[in-house]
T-cell receptor, first 111, second 110 residues
């Protein structure tokens, strides 16, 4: 059974700090790993997708890495801003692109 | 993800009633995934459908829940005889490797 774990569950940082969110997964036969952002009461927005053959992806201030051997992915956010406050979800894709989600990290960036 | 449409956005039902949730995928996509997000929990896969076919329903509860994606019209997730434990946000998604999610339907069972 695939399991995805995210730590920490919640994180509060002052504006401008760099931060790392962690995601671990149990199924090494990963197809890809995707990071999402979810704002309260809203749907999910895809941030980054890393193929199983890749080690990292970057988009703006976001960088995601993937280490299949250790079953870990990290999402690095540089120079955090209050607008980054949201819940961040990682999801592992298995067969047929079915996603297994972690429970998320609730991030608050304070002024 | 603006291309994935879900309605209604909010739905209130009394115990024992039926709930019907609709999802229209992005143009050109003929498949949908349904996920459920219970309060304070992560999203859980429910079912994967293509037009007129259920491909994977391994996450669907055995009773009261059904899903369809007809040749014409949206995909429908149907919950019969709702109970309070069905209160959750229900999301549909479409896409290939990158999945695009709709805004969700928030079901509240009184």
């Amino acid at each position: 059974k695939q399991e995805v774990t995210q730590i920490p569950a919640a994180l509060s940082v002052p504006e401008g700090e760099n931060l790392v969110l962690n995601c671990s997964f149990t199924d090494s036969a990963i197809y890809n790993l995707q990071w999402f952002r979810q704002d309260p009461g809203k749907g999910l927005t895809s941030l980054l997708l890393i193929q199983s053959s890749q080690r990292e992806q970057t988009s703006g201030r976001l960088n995601a890495s993937l280490d299949k051997s250790s079953g870990r992915s990290t999402l690095y956010i540089a120079a955090s801003q209050p607008g980054d406050s949201a819940t961040y979800l990682c999801a592992q894709a298995g067969t047929a692109s079915k996603l297994t989600f972690g429970t998320g990290t609730r991030l608050q960036v304070t002024l | 993800n603006a291309g994935v449409m879900q309605n209604p956005r909010h739905l209130v039902r009394r115990r024992g009633q039926e709930a019907r949730l609709r999802c229209s995928p992005m143009k050109g996509h003929s498949h949908v995934y349904w996920y459920r997000q219970l309060p304070e929990e992560g999203l859980k896969f429910m079912v994967y459908l293509q037009k007129e076919n259920i491909i994977d329903e391994s996450g669907m509860p055995k009773e009261r829940f059904s899903a369809e994606f007809p040749k014409e019209g949206p995909s429908i997730l149907r919950i019969q005889q709702v109970v309070r434990g069905d209160s959750a946000a229900y999301f549909c998604a479409t896409g290939g490797e990158t999945q695009y999610f709709g805004p969700g339907t928030r079901l509240l069972v009184l």
